[in-house]
């Protein structure tokens, strides 16, 4: 449970700081480790919701890490400032 915790916090605070640095955008990325076909992370990162390319969001329509996805997630979120 504290991966998730950890996880979850940090998600939100770099969130935060990207909006304040003005990143319209983020990317989100599947973390790399061995996972069953299916997983919610690899639907995410490949989806492309908002014409704006595979696994890129909005910034305020982007999945939460461990609230969209699941428990002990290490998947993450880039910022795009384009």
Not at 4 to 31: C, H, W
Not at 55 to 69: H, L, V
């Amino acid at each position: 449970m504290v991966r998730t915790e950890m996880a979850t916090n940090a998600d939100r605070i770099s969130t935060e700081q990207y909006k304040e640095a003005g990143a319209p955008k983020v990317l989100f990325s599947a973390s790399q480790r061995k996972r069953p076909p299916g997983e919610i992370c690899e639907e995410l990162a490949k989806a492309d919701d908002y014409g704006l390319g595979k696994g890129i969001y909005p910034i305020d329509k982007a999945p939460r890490i461990t609230e969209d996805t699941h428990p002990n997630c290490t998947c993450f979120k880039a910022p795009l400032f384009y």
